[in-house]
């Protein structure tokens, strides 16, 4: 017979590195809540009939977040056969709060007391019998990073499972308390299940709105629970949901008094909460998050002796694709006596386009190392709170920075986490915006303009990162003054991580699985649109003859590109190469770069000796292609992500308006920064009065007054209403 | 005939490489469009909400 485990603790106790030891799985776990929603199920290694069931990480069985209510759904309404609760030692009184709550669910429960490495490198003793013998179930000891006492725990749960045995209810709440909750579960005995009947109870006392709800009890037994409930309060001289959580952590301390032995006090600074002093300091966590990323930039793809990312870069693209890919390929295909057409459908088509995007491989997987060494040191998580911070003052959720710590990678996953927002308003922006933040695939187009034209400069890239933050609050602060977008923003609970060494596996897993992605992508969707781009800047009609043409400024590409320049004008790049290669960006960010690859030759080298950024540069200034930088950053994603748009939003209507609003946005930023840069060259005129205007219409929704603002502060009252 | 396929044996053979990757391309991006994968470059592996665009799938990964 089949056995279900569930997985439950709070985010960041290391479930989900159990979750894989035991599974064999390899979901990365990325430092920082709510960006899992959905249960996760896998066979525990060895036991095909155990199924383990990891669910997302949460703090109490209350309905607060969209991860408690699919958590909480779960175990109620599907009630596994036993529950592998995860501790993280090391912060064990406030995790033994959902501890309190899962054994009243009436399903055998094993606790597993995790990071006890940590516990005991800091000097700390846990007592698991004696944790054991107060909470009523078995406690087991393990190192779910070291893979230590993981099976152990999974064993323990299964005999819980088969002995289907369940814990004592433990002696959580006085007398008086006890006295309500025996009388609503007499009042509802028989209406629910007779296993979860105090878990029932205990949410009914708190008027939990979702089982009241749920139970669509009939109104006199309510005001029957509600008489007990009030004589309750009236007795303890509280509202009933803080009883409740005060009860509970009543008798957490008990228990922590038994059983726990700290060795420092417990208002002792770890060096977690030293760094952090000054890490997220009100001052300097601004300067230092700007200096990390510029360090992180400028090794990655920076010009410096320190850019280890851009000189192995340098190398796959001159001596590895250019010398000896290309060259050789060419000459060798030519020897064998290959038709010209066929040598430059290889060449200059496949291998020219390909070649392109492969080039920056090196710096996207020295920039993905970078960031997920900053993420499993728990430096990510700080991010987001410092972010909160700034965002607050905007109007905006901390929880709205999240999506966009995850779209670094890439812009679908990171819309997808923007479902973990509560709140439909600030949901729909955050999906808007989110796209805002290069992504991976937009690496190599700020890797080609920053060597072509800026000499490698690390301030680029960086640039581009702030920028995308910078247009993300931009359009906060605009779109929260509009009616459609007003409100408050949703309240931000995150834990700040222990920082530790990053584990080499996460590190080199994450880097690996973003690294590969894209190399895959480069094989596939960028190699079929580097032949069709070859065949369209190849072919066209000269004196009305169909055929291949020697210049490709009279191909069927230049004379598609040629309709749409004229609307990049104003933003500098009216050329059909520049419009072509923002619209093959649509296909996958990167083709803005397999499309110049091909359309400048990179497997060619010029009689001059110059190659594809040479040509590049020819074509477009520093400004032009700063203003190119921008529009393709800000603008609408690929079709991947308008897809995960569109599927988030689940409203065409709001689709367009995201991806309206996005191309909108970047053409104004592109415009204003393209025409005022045109100024400091001595040039004024009918477009820097349009961009002057804009930046005055700009700055007018900036700072004009939010007439949907509420000027008072809302509380919920729920709670003290019901005094 | 035998002389023109003789002077174009290596276009021949190269232009069927060429059409043989192609086809192994489109039919790549066709399977991953059809099982909903590969659109995203983070690695639908890698990803906590991948049981979201491909649930059949991901359960049957991790079994």
Same mark, same amino acid.
């Given at each position: 017979?089949?056995?279900?485990?569930?997985?439950?603790?709070?985010?960041?106790?290391?479930?989900?590195?159990?979750?894989?030891?035991?599974?064999?799985?390899?979901?990365?776990?990325?430092?920082?809540?709510?960006?899992?929603?959905?249960?996760?199920?896998?066979?525990?290694?060895?036991?095909?009939?155990?199924?383990?069931?990891?669910?997302?990480?949460?703090?109490?069985?209350?309905?607060? &977040?969209?991860?408690?209510?699919?958590?909480?759904?779960?175990?109620?309404?599907?009630?596994?056969?036993?529950?592998?609760?995860?501790?993280?030692? &090391?912060?064990?009184?406030?995790?033994?709060?959902?501890?309190?709550?899962?054994?009243?669910?009436?399903?055998?429960?094993?606790?597993?007391?995790?990071?006890?490495?940590? +516990?005991?490198?800091?000097?700390?003793?846990?007592?698991?019998?004696?944790?054991?013998?107060?909470? @009523?179930?078995?406690?087991?000891?393990?190192s779910a990073l070291k893979g230590q006492g993981s099976l152990e725990a999974a064993e323990a749960a299964i005999a819980a499972a088969q002995e289907k045995k369940q814990g004592e209810h433990p002696h959580v709440f006085t007398g008086s308390v006890e006295h309500a909750i025996a009388h609503i579960e007499e009042s509802i005995q028989g209406r629910v299940d007779a296993q979860v009947l105090r878990w029932h109870a205990v949410k009914l006392f708190e008027r939990d709105e979702k089982e009241?709800?749920?139970?669509?009890?009939? /109104? =006199?037994?309510?005001?029957?629970?509600?008489?007990?409930?009030?004589?309750?309060?009236?007795?303890?001289?509280?509202?009933?949901?803080?009883?409740?959580?005060? /009860?509970?952590?009543?008798?957490?301390?008990?228990?922590?008094?038994?059983?726990?032995?700290?060795?420092?006090?417990?208002?002792?600074?770890?060096?977690?909460?030293?760094?952090?002093?000054?890490?997220?300091?009100?001052?300097?966590?601004?300067?230092?998050?700007?200096?990390?990323?510029?360090?992180?930039? &400028?090794?990655?793809?920076?010009?410096?002796?320190?850019?280890?990312?851009?000189?192995?870069? =340098?190398? &796959?693209?001159?001596?590895?694709?250019?010398?000896?890919?290309?060259?050789?390929?060419?000459?060798?295909?030519?020897?064998?006596?290959?038709?010209?057409?066929?040598?430059?459908?290889?060449?200059?088509?496949?291998?020219?386009?390909?070649?392109?995007?492969?080039?920056?491989?090196?710096?996207?997987? +020295?920039?993905? *190392?970078?960031?997920?060494?900053?993420? =499993?040191?728990?430096?990510?998580?700080?991010?987001? *709170?410092?972010?909160?911070?700034?965002?607050?003052?905007?109007?905006?959720?901390?929880?709205? #920075?999240?999506?966009?710590?995850?779209?670094?990678?890439?812009?679908?996953?990171?819309?997808?986490?923007?479902?973990?927002?509560?709140?439909?308003?600030?949901?729909?922006?955050?999906?808007?915006?989110?796209?805002?933040?290069?992504?991976?695939?937009?690496?190599?187009?700020?890797?080609? #303009?920053?060597?072509?034209?800026?000499?490698?400069?690390?301030?680029?890239?960086?640039?581009?990162? *702030?920028?995308?933050?910078?247009? +993300?609050?931009?359009?906060?602060?605009?779109?929260?003054?509009?009616?459609?977008?007003?409100?408050?923003?949703?309240?931000?609970?995150?834990?700040?991580?222990?920082?530790?060494?990053?584990?080499?596996?996460?590190?080199?897993?994450?880097?690996?699985?973003?690294?590969?992605?894209?190399?895959?992508?480069? @094989?596939?969707?960028?190699?079929?649109?580097?032949?069709?781009?070859?065949?369209?800047?190849?072919?066209?009609?000269?004196?009305?003859?169909?055929?291949?043409?020697?210049?490709?400024?009279?191909?069927?590409?230049?004379?598609?590109?040629?309709?749409?320049?004229?609307?990049?004008?104003?933003?500098?790049?009216?050329?059909?190469?520049?419009?072509?290669?923002?619209?093959?960006?649509?296909?996958?960010?990167?083709?803005?770069?397999?499309?110049?690859?091909?359309?400048?030759?990179?497997?060619?080298?010029?009689?001059?000796?110059?190659?594809?950024?040479?040509?590049?540069?020819?074509?477009?200034?520093?400004?032009?292609?700063?203003s190119f930088m921008i529009f393709n950053l800000l603008c609408a994603p690929c079709f991947a992500a308008i897809g995960a748009i569109k599927r988030e939003m689940n409203n065409a209507k709001w689709t367009w308006i995201a991806i309206g609003y996005m191309c909108g946005f970047a053409y104004v930023v592109a415009m204003i920064v393209y025409q005022l840069g045109m100024v400091f060259a001595g040039h004024f005129g009918v477009g820097t009065v349009v961009a002057l205007l804009l930046l005055?219409?700009?700055?007018?929704?900036?700072?004009?007054?939010?007439?949907? /603002?509420?000027?008072?502060?809302?509380?919920?009252?729920?709670?003290?209403?019901?005094? | 005939?035998?002389?023109?396929?003789?002077?174009?044996?290596?276009?021949? +053979?190269?232009?069927?490489?060429?059409?043989?990757?192609?086809?192994?391309?489109?039919?790549?991006?066709?399977?991953?469009?059809?099982?909903?994968?590969?659109?995203?470059?983070?690695?639908?592996?890698?990803?906590?909400?991948?049981?979201?665009?491909?649930?059949?799938?991901?359960?049957?990964?991790?079994?």
């Open positions: 017979m089949s056995i279900t485990i569930a997985l439950a603790g709070n985010p960041n106790s290391g479930k989900t590195t159990l979750f894989n030891d035991l599974t064999g799985s390899s979901q990365y776990v990325g430092n920082w809540p709510g960006v899992t929603v959905e249960k996760k199920e896998g066979r525990l290694k060895g036991h095909k009939d155990v199924v383990i069931q990891d669910l997302p990480g949460i703090y109490s069985l209350s309905p607060y &977040t969209l991860e408690e209510v699919v958590a909480r759904s779960y175990l109620v309404k599907e009630k596994p056969d036993a529950i592998l609760n995860i501790v993280d030692g &090391t912060n064990i009184e406030r995790n033994l709060y959902l501890t309190t709550q899962l054994i009243e669910l009436g399903i055998p429960v094993v606790v597993a007391v995790n990071m006890m490495d940590l +516990v005991r490198k800091n000097g700390d003793r846990i007592d698991t019998n004696k944790l054991g013998e107060a909470l @009523g179930c078995k406690v087991v000891e393990m009241l709800q749920e139970l669509q009890l009939a /109104q =006199d037994l309510k005001t029957h629970i509600e008489q007990h409930i009030a004589d309750c309060e009236k007795e303890l001289d509280d509202d009933a949901e803080s009883i409740i959580t005060n /009860q509970r952590y009543a008798y957490i301390s008990r228990v922590i008094d038994r059983a726990v032995k700290k060795k420092a006090s417990r208002h002792a600074l770890s060096v977690s909460d030293k760094i952090d002093r000054i890490v997220t300091n009100r001052i300097l966590a601004l300067p230092i998050f700007v200096v990390v990323m510029w360090a992180v930039y &400028t090794i990655a793809m920076g010009g410096t002796k320190v850019s280890i990312g851009t000189m192995a870069t =340098d190398w &796959t693209n001159d001596v590895l694709v250019s010398e000896w890919i290309c060259g050789n390929l060419g000459a060798w295909m030519e020897a064998i006596g290959c038709a010209p057409w066929l040598t430059g459908l290889v060449v200059d088509g496949i291998v020219a386009g390909v070649g392109a995007v492969i080039g920056f491989v090196p710096q996207m997987l +020295v920039l993905f *190392f970078l960031l997920a060494i900053l993420e =499993d040191v728990g430096y990510m998580a700080r991010i987001a *709170f410092i972010m909160d911070r700034i965002f607050r003052r905007f109007g905006l959720s901390g929880k709205s #920075f999240i999506p966009m710590l995850v779209a670094t990678g890439c812009g679908v996953p990171g819309i997808m986490a923007s479902r973990t927002i509560e709140n439909d308003r600030d949901r729909k922006m955050t999906i808007m915006t989110t796209g805002f933040i290069p992504c991976g695939a937009k690496m190599p187009i700020i890797g080609l #303009f920053a060597g072509a034209l800026f000499g490698g400069s690390g301030w680029i890239a960086t640039s581009a990162y *702030f920028i995308g933050v910078g247009a +993300v609050i931009v359009s906060g602060i605009i779109l929260k003054k509009t009616k459609l977008f007003a409100g408050d923003p949703a309240p931000f609970v995150m834990e700040l991580p222990a920082y530790h060494i990053p584990s080499a596996k996460n590190v080199l897993h994450a880097t690996w699985e973003r690294g590969w992605s894209f190399i895959k992508r480069a @094989g596939t969707v960028i190699l079929a649109s580097s032949v069709v781009l070859w065949f369209l800047q190849g072919f066209g009609f000269v004196d009305g003859v169909f055929g291949m043409v020697e210049d490709n400024n009279t191909s069927l590409l230049a004379s598609v590109g040629n309709v749409v320049a004229p609307v990049f004008a104003p933003l500098g790049f009216g050329t059909w190469q520049g419009a072509v290669a923002t619209f093959t960006g649509l296909i996958a960010k990167e083709n803005v770069v397999a499309t110049f690859g091909v359309l400048y030759g990179f497997a060619e080298v010029a009689e001059d000796g110059a190659e594809i950024w040479t040509l590049l540069a020819g074509d477009f200034t520093a400004l032009t292609a700063y005055a219409g700009l700055v007018y929704l900036l700072l004009r007054k939010n007439k949907y /603002q509420d000027s008072e502060l809302r509380v919920p009252v729920r709670s003290v209403a019901a005094k | 005939m035998w002389l023109w396929l003789s002077e174009n044996l290596a276009t021949l +053979v190269g232009a069927l490489a060429v059409a043989a990757v192609l086809a192994l391309v489109a039919w790549k991006i066709v399977r991953d469009h059809r099982r909903h994968k590969g659109g995203c470059g983070g690695g639908c592996g890698s990803c906590p909400n991948a049981g979201f665009c491909h649930p059949d799938a991901q359960s049957a990964e991790h079994r």
